[in-house]
C-alpha cells in the first residue's frame, strides 16, 4: 500500500532534489514549489522559510548518511574495532559522491548563517547532532570489543573522524 505523501513531506523531498541539483545557493522557493506541487504558501505554513526548509533537508540526508554508516560499521557481529573504523571510513568514501552536494550545500548555507541566527543556530545543532551519533557509534564499537572509553574521549575520537572527513 502506497502512502500519500502530505505537503510537508512532499516539500522535503522536493528540498532534498533540489540541494542534489542545484544547491543550497541556488535553490529558489520557485524551485521547491516546482518540484513539490505544493504552493509558495506551504513552504511558510509548515516550515517557516525557504531556508528553515533547507536546512531541515540538510538534517535529514546527514541522518541518513549517519545512519547508513552505523549499518556498515555494526554489519557484521564479532568485529574488532579496527575493523569496525575500516567499514565505516570505507563507507563514508564509498557514499561520498552520494553525499557531496549536501556538504556542498552545507558549506553553501554557511554565508547566509551570519545573518541569520535562526539558521547559524540550526547549523551547529545539526553539526552537534552528527558529532553526537559519530560518538555514540564509537562507544558502541568499543564496548563490542569489551574497552571502556569516556563520553568524552569518544566525543574527541569522532570530531577528529568528522575532521579527517571534512577535509576530503
Same mark, same amino acid.
Request: charged fraction near 25%; charge should be negative.
Given at each position: 500500500?502506497?502512502?500519500?505523501? /502530505?505537503?510537508?513531506?512532499?516539500? $522535503?523531498?522536493?528540498?532534498?532534489?533540489?540541494? %542534489?541539483?542545484?544547491?543550497?545557493?541556488?535553490?529558489?522557493?520557485?524551485?521547491? &514549489?516546482?518540484?513539490? @506541487?505544493?504552493?509558495?504558501?506551504?513552504?511558510?505554513?509548515? =516550515? @517557516?522559510?525557504? #531556508?528553515?526548509?533547507?536546512?531541515?533537508?540538510? &538534517?535529514?540526508?546527514?541522518?541518513?548518511?549517519?545512519? #547508513?554508516? #552505523?549499518?556498515?560499521? =555494526?554489519?557484521?557481529?564479532?568485529?574488532?574495532?579496527?575493523?569496525?573504523?575500516? %567499514?565505516?571510513?570505507?563507507?563514508?568514501?564509498?557514499?561520498?559522491?552520494?553525499?557531496? !552536494? =549536501?556538504?556542498?550545500? =552545507? &558549506?553553501?548555507?554557511? !554565508? !547566509?548563517? &551570519?545573518?541569520?541566527?535562526?539558521?547559524?543556530? /540550526?547549523?551547529?545543532?545539526?553539526?552537534?547532532?552528527?558529532?553526537?551519533?559519530?560518538?555514540?557509534?564509537?562507544?558502541?564499537?568499543?564496548?563490542?570489543? /569489551?574497552?571502556? $572509553?569516556? %563520553?568524552?574521549?569518544? #566525543?574527541?575520537?569522532?570530531?577528529?573522524?568528522?575532521?579527517?572527513?571534512?577535509?576530503?
Amino acid at each position: 500500500m502506497t502512502q500519500k505523501l /502530505g505537503n510537508r513531506e512532499k516539500l $522535503l523531498w522536493a528540498a532534498l532534489a533540489c540541494l %542534489r541539483d542545484k544547491g543550497y545557493a541556488r535553490t529558489t522557493a520557485r524551485d521547491l &514549489v516546482a518540484a513539490s @506541487g505544493t504552493n509558495l504558501a506551504s513552504i511558510g505554513y509548515h =516550515f @517557516g522559510s525557504k #531556508e528553515a526548509l533547507l536546512h531541515e533537508a540538510l &538534517v535529514e540526508s546527514f541522518r541518513a548518511w549517519s545512519a #547508513e554508516i #552505523e549499518r556498515a560499521t =555494526f554489519a557484521v557481529d564479532g568485529a574488532s574495532v579496527a575493523q569496525r573504523l575500516e %567499514r565505516s571510513l570505507a563507507t563514508m568514501l564509498d557514499r561520498l559522491d552520494e553525499i557531496r !552536494p =549536501f556538504l556542498v550545500s =552545507f &558549506v553553501e548555507a554557511f !554565508p !547566509p548563517a &551570519v545573518r541569520s541566527p535562526e539558521l547559524r543556530s /540550526g547549523m551547529a545543532d545539526a553539526y552537534e547532532e552528527l558529532r553526537a551519533s559519530a560518538a555514540d557509534m564509537v562507544l558502541r564499537a568499543m564496548q563490542t570489543d /569489551g574497552t571502556e $572509553l569516556s %563520553r568524552e574521549h569518544a #566525543e574527541t575520537i569522532a570530531s577528529v573522524i568528522m575532521a579527517v572527513f571534512d577535509g576530503m
